[in-house]
């Protein structure tokens, strides 16, 4: 494992190890016994876009790794005024050891991991957002133990999130079923490298439009805002668009009764989520923002040499 770009690179046992790793240094963090084991290690964390969560759990957990982070908005840096991303990679390479990237497209994220020579991160895309699709199954197992047998069900665009779930939930067995408007649905590439995925892991993958088809008898109840970063102009079209597409208590109904109700945040209350099932009983939000903080800090420790 060189870089983490999107969860489909990684291997069933690499999975494994990220999470065996994030739950010990999760225990160690809770105790207090230091796990200063990347001291002296520089992350460069450039952001194209906003964040609360990945902004601080990266820079907080490399600290608490011994190591350092260096905050570098895109307009800040020559990236924002054309410099190339190979150029940006080799320079950077030079000075740190490790990079998170949130930007818009996946192609730049991979285009640093093959100019540069040290490990890249994504820390989301308009295509991916591993770090949080393997925190939430992280949080999942905590929850439930085995994922193996379980359904997860996304209700809502067919975004960044969709897609790393779908293909997370394939790498580990787990069934996952998507619902989406007709006009949102997931990038075809995905959905057949997921298909592909699922047939050596025995993950039953369903792609739908009727949302209470898709969270009938799940486990896991998922969901995402419905204007994503760079979709802002969009906002009023796909709140018409997507008002079937609501997590509510009636929804939930159709959920195991232990299901549990995650979003990766930043929610707008009222519009994917209503305020009774996001702060209710079945949600398990902020111990799955939590969760950011040492899965990172675990893919952190992995990378970075
Ligand atoms: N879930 C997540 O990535 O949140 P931020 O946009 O706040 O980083
Ligand atoms: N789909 C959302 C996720 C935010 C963490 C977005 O890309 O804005």
Request: charged content about 25%.
């Amino acid at each position: 494992m060189k870089n983490l770009l999107t969860v489909k690179d990684l291997s069933l046992n690499e999975i494994n190890k990220i999470f065996s790793l994030a739950a010990e240094l999760k225990e160690k963090q809770k105790k207090g016994i230091s796990h200063k084991i990347l001291e002296g290690k520089t992350l460069g964390m450039i952001f194209a876009k906003s964040s609360t969560r990945t902004r601080v759990s990266f820079e907080a957990g490399i600290y608490q790794l011994g190591g350092q982070g260096i905050f570098l908005s895109s307009n800040d840096i020559q990236l924002g005024r054309g410099e190339s991303i190979s150029d940006t990679a080799k320079v950077l390479s030079r000075y740190i050891d490790g990079i998170m990237i949130r930007t818009f497209e996946q192609s730049d994220v991979e285009g640093l991991a093959q100019y540069g020579s040290i490990p890249i991160i994504n820390g989301l895309t308009d295509l991916y957002h591993p770090c949080q699709a393997l925190t939430d199954l992280f949080t999942v197992k905590e929850k439930k133990g085995e994922l193996k047998g379980l359904k997860m069900s996304y209700i809502g665009d067919g975004n960044n999130m969709a897609n790393s779930l779908l293909i997370a939930c394939a790498k580990v067995g787990m069934d996952i079923s998507i619902a989406t408007p007709e006009d949102y649905k997931l990038n075809d590439k995905v959905i057949e490298a997921a298909r592909i995925i699922a047939q050596n892991s025995g993950s039953q993958i369903q792609v739908l439009i009727d949302p209470l088809e898709a969270i009938k008898g799940s486990d896991v109840v998922c969901t995402d805002v419905w204007a994503s970063m760079g979709d802002e102009d969009e906002a009023e079209e796909r709140k018409n668009a997507f008002v079937n597409y609501q997590v509510n208590n009636e929804a939930m109904a159709l959920a195991n009764d232990d299901a549990i109700f995650m979003h990766c945040l930043p929610a707008h209350r009222g519009e994917e989520v209503t305020t009774g099932v996001i702060d209710g009983d079945q949600s398990v939000i902020f111990d799955q923002a939590e969760n950011r903080l040492h899965v990172q800090k675990a893919i952190m420790a992995i990378l970075i040499k």
